[in-house]
């Protein structure tokens, strides 16, 4: 954790925000052409539904109590969001928007949204709303069941792909090239930039060239078997 800002709770005027960045938490994966993110959903967000979350212990069994039959009552009710801001390497693009899992779990409602910037970053937006306080024991089970299935479901996979990797698929080569320097250009000390110029310019059968960039992608990065 990078940094933390918990906020203003006493101003009632607005939302309670807490914010938390972070680096090198290591949800992801670069690849080459590729790279991978994991965003899952945080428990704190879901906190005030975890008094559902076992309700086999309600069941009858061999001499214990029967079942419960009071209903429940949480501390609060809320409006939640958690916001997830994934910022891709330079260059890449998501792949394409993967279908998010909202489970049942009436009359509470969970969604996900998943917002792809102009930037290329993409925002996930995980919101839970708990509409009132009291609950009865079959709307308590629901919950539970729903929650159950959010825990057991996949987490949220975002790929990403090269854009120059795109444009050379898709024909347009002197686009990928043209990117390709771009990129180089502004990041004129990182090995991967040059690498990737090299392999554009192989790619476009200028090997000279490729081979020109790939000497200057080996003296940044001397370790690279890519280079």
């Not at 061999?62 to 916001?83: C, F, I, N, V």
């Amino acid at each position: 954790i990078t940094d933390h800002d918990l906020g203003a709770p006493g101003d009632l005027t607005r939302p309670f925000e807490i914010r938390v960045s972070g680096q090198n938490w290591k949800r992801g994966t670069t690849q080459g052409q590729t790279a991978v993110v994991y965003v899952g959903v945080d428990p704190t967000l879901l906190g005030p539904l975890l008094e559902f979350k076992d309700q086999k212990k309600d069941q009858d069994m061999p001499g214990d109590k029967p079942s419960r039959t009071d209903d429940y009552y949480l501390a609060l009710s809320l409006h939640a969001e958690q916001r997830y801001t994934v910022i891709p390497p330079a260059g890449f693009s998501m792949k394409r928007a993967p279908e998010p899992h909202s489970p049942e779990l009436r009359p509470v409602k969970f969604s996900t949204k998943i917002e792809q910037q102009p930037d290329n970053s993409v925002v996930v937006t995980n919101t839970v709303e708990i509409p009132k306080r009291r609950y009865t024991v079959a709307e308590a089970a629901k919950i539970a069941a729903g929650l159950k299935e959010l825990r057991s479901s996949p987490v949220l996979r975002l790929e990403f792909t090269d854009q120059v990797d795109q444009l050379l698929k898709d024909g347009t080569e002197k686009d990928g090239l043209a990117l390709a320097r771009e990129r180089a250009k502004a990041a004129p000390e990182s090995a991967a930039a040059l690498i990737r110029l090299a392999t554009t310019l192989s790619m476009v059968g200028a090997n000279g060239q490729a081979l020109e960039v790939c000497r200057k992608a080996v003296a940044l990065d001397p370790k690279s078997a890519r280079a």
